[in-house]
């Protein structure tokens, strides 16, 4: 027998008759005839041509949407449009039933909301099947950007005793009973007996680790997954959601930036050359849900267009001052549409004022630098304005905030000092200051959410749609 | 003035008297004359020649180990042996001081257990250096070969409401105040008012989310963070590690084993082509340690030796029911060597016996199959035998258990009956069913736990030392 090749190579192959293998799931049987299969390597079907006539009548029931099929047979050139080539089959085989009664994936459009609930099986869709493939080009060509770059890929603790950064929203980490705690003399829960001798929470970033990394390989970066317990059930939050985050030593600013934009450029131009057939299909996906919404609501560009876009412009680079002045003159300030004016200098922006700035005045990619201190992170380098530290956001349209990094505060003096004002513990962090006592130099790095990474490249609207099982508040199926 | 030049790259250029600029961390200074200064980019140091009679003195006291450099200068031709190129230095900027009192890596050999407590220093070690920059290999080595064939990276989930397979090792992950929780009338915490809505943990596996992927998209891996809250304090064991998990519809045993064995071959043979320098130091210091051993425990083999011969020879392919005759039968087991006797079919096998058959009797790499199920996964296919399941097990020397893997049980019933006798809760992994009932078919994969790998490739003795920051009992520092 013929070993089992691929759709996706299936369908480059020069029809000569020659006999093939196909394994895969059924996605619609028509006319007792048709077999429509797909095997998750691409987003197009392979038609299976069934000799009715000859073919078993208890076997042609068996052919039922999601079954999974070993079809041998010929290749032919195919008479239908839309497809180079056809299987005309010799040999079906039933691997797994699928009760056309009882499966849930019926051959109709289901709501994204009921796919979600049924998350396990929503890969067999066409939509999920796109999603995914782009998903995997993304991290590869993540990684394949950094290796050529000789950064080196560091594995950052997801569990850990600091909380300096979690602000509270770290979700806790235990072996204890929880039912009955052991406790101190003074009652309070004895953490020394726990699995790691003390309290752990999961990671809410791997950055102040990376830059322990970078201080001696010069150039890293983490990409895996971070915590956020913050009970926002939004279309943009996850509870668990995978970050990239490189770390380069000698790096300022301005070279922050750039490395940042290249990212960006070459996973979009990544994805647009591995899965242009998925992207093609999610921008028609994009065009026709669009159609629904009223006329001021749709997108100017078409998914396609917009990536492309992202690709041939320079983003957008201006500092947060800047911002302000044209945040405050703007007219939805003025006729106070939005929902939080802009005073004055000092105001953190509102998602609204990110889109304002990147759909409506700039209509490209900004990067947002010298923020103010107050509202920004305790290892940020300060300026010398004494006001604003050196800080980037990168805000992409339709998705807000996508990277956030800085150049860091490598003076041991103004970080400590940083620290106290802030009641970020110094004792916690003393490794962390270390890299500023031996050896410290100028860095920066910056986090780049990889969910909304692929929100960006799919047209997709909801972040839980990005993932394969999300997680969010009062979810953890699967 | 000139852009900076990594190390890496300076090595292998032409030395014509150019202008460069490097930037590192001073290993060496010697004779107030040559710094030895490395960036990270390779285990190897560019000599930087000072002229110091016309440097100031002030400055000369700063260049100390550990501190970070900036230094301009002229590439010549090295006067040294071992490397082609010194910098003649005309501008040296000390970017950060390293207080040569305080700094805790002195230019001294120091013990890997005290690098295990600043390990947020060892990174500039020329040993962890090259751990590093192997593990970042393996890791790339472990995405390009999964991307050659078609796999798609597969993010399974951290936080998982399933503890099937945890066994009561599975770390818990919660938002509830744990000093006073909420409790429901009958007075047990009440986890629907947890984050989740529900009692939850941090994965053991992402295998069975990995099983629903590949049941769309064919093949898929994974490749993240796994926890086991064994209190298990040996030098193979971590409470946070890596893991791949690769699985594949359509494939049989036989597959299995085949992708495997090319993937530790492809893996190896990557790091070999990208780290030779990097591994002949490690093969360098392997040997070194060798030396201050007993005779009889010296290795046979060097590290390079040891990973060529992987490469060179097909992995040995038994039963266990084969391997447990040869066990019954060797001499540890008839002078009572072994600390468990082999007395017959049916034994877990120890580390002592997989050591045994791969150390001692094969003298390579060995792959068992076909185990009782006894002590086997629920998942694991079922032979004909009525007493064995198709699992295979990868031992390496040195290692032991570097994969574990199996055919998956793909007949519904099969599958619950044996669920139903080891006590796996059937409702809830209702979405692991699913994929039985619809549309199943024959599959497998495996499990290659990351950090063995890395172990075996750096020819290092402790998994403490192969990932960047170790998570055990009593211990999750920085």
């Known amino acids: 027998m013929s070993q089992r090749i691929k759709i996706k190579a299936l369908l480059q192959t020069e029809p000569a008759g020659q006999e093939v293998n196909v394994k895969g799931w059924v996605r619609t049987f028509r006319n007792n005839q048709f077999i429509a299969l797909n095997d998750g390597s691409t987003n197009s079907n392979i ?45 079906i085989e039933v691997l797994g039933d699928s009760d056309p009664e009882k499966y849930p994936l019926q051959p109709k459009k289901h709501s994204l909301e009921f796919l979600r609930e049924i998350a396990h099986l929503r890969f ?8 995914f493939r782009v998903r995997n080009s993304l991290s590869f060509a993540v990684h394949t950007f950094f290796q050529e770059r000789g950064f080196v890929y560091l594995h950052t603790p997801v569990i850990t005793a600091s909380d300096a950064e979690g602000a509270g929203e770290a979700f806790k980490v235990t072996n204890l009973d929880l039912n009955n705690p052991p406790r101190t003399e ?18 809410v970033s791997g950055q102040l680790e990376g830059e322990l990394g970078a201080m001696a390989l010069s150039d890293i970066y983490t990409f895996g997954p971070t915590f956020r317990a913050e009970n926002s059930n939004t279309t943009r939050h996850l509870a668990e959601f995978w970050m990239i985050e490189p770390e380069m030593a000698f790096y300022d600013l301005a070279d922050n930036m ?65 911002a ?3 945040l405050k003159d703007s007219t939805p300030n003025k006729k106070k549409k939005f929902q939080y004016l802009i005073e004055g200098w000092g105001a953190d922006l509102q998602s609204e004022h990110e889109r304002y700035l990147v759909e409506k005045h700039f209509k490209k990619p900004v990067i947002l630098t010298d923020y103010p201190k107050e509202i920004k992170s305790f290892y940020m380098r300060q300026n010398d304005d004494g006001k604003t530290v050196a800080a980037m956001d990168i805000l992409f349209p339709g ?6 990094g800085s150049q860091r505060e490598e003076r041991l003096e103004r970080l400590e000092q940083r620290m106290d004002e802030m009641g970020i513990p110094k004792d916690e962090l003393w490794w962390y200051l270390d890299t500023r006592r031996f050896g410290g130099c100028p860095h920066a790095g910056f986090g780049l959410g990889f969910e909304r990474l692929v929100l960006f490249v799919t047209g997709m609207g909801n972040i839980r749609d990005v993932i394969p099982f999300p997680r969010f508040p009062k979810n953890a199926e699967f």
Not at 124 to 131: H, K, M, P, S, V
Not at 190 to 202: E, I, M, P, V
Not at 399 to 404: L, S
């Open 399 to 404: 998705i807000g905030e996508i990277v956030g």
């Open 186 to 203: 003074s009652g309070e829960i004895d953490f020394k007996q726990d699995f790691f001798g003390r309290a752990t929470n999961l990671t």
């Open 324 to 326: 302000i002045d044209i």
């Open 258 to 322: 750039d490395l940042a934009e290249a990212l960006l450029k070459y996973v979009i131009s990544y994805a647009l050359e591995h899965n242009r057939e998925d992207i093609e299909f999610l921008t028609q996906r994009l065009t026709e849900e669009d159609k629904s919404k009223p006329q001021q609501e749709r997108q100017e560009m078409t998914l396609l267009e917009k990536l492309q876009f992202c690709l041939d412009n320079d983003f957008e680079r201006l500092t947060y001052t800047q």
């Open 47 to 91: 038609q299976i041509v069934v000799d009715f006539q000859n073919t078993d009548e208890a076997l042609l029931k068996r052919i039922t949407t999601g079954a999974a099929l070993s079809v041998t047979g010929t290749l032919v050139a195919s008479l239908g449009k839309g497809q180079a080539v056809d299987i005309k089959a010799t040999t």
């Open 124 to 131: 067999r869709t066409n939509t999920f099947g796109a999603i």
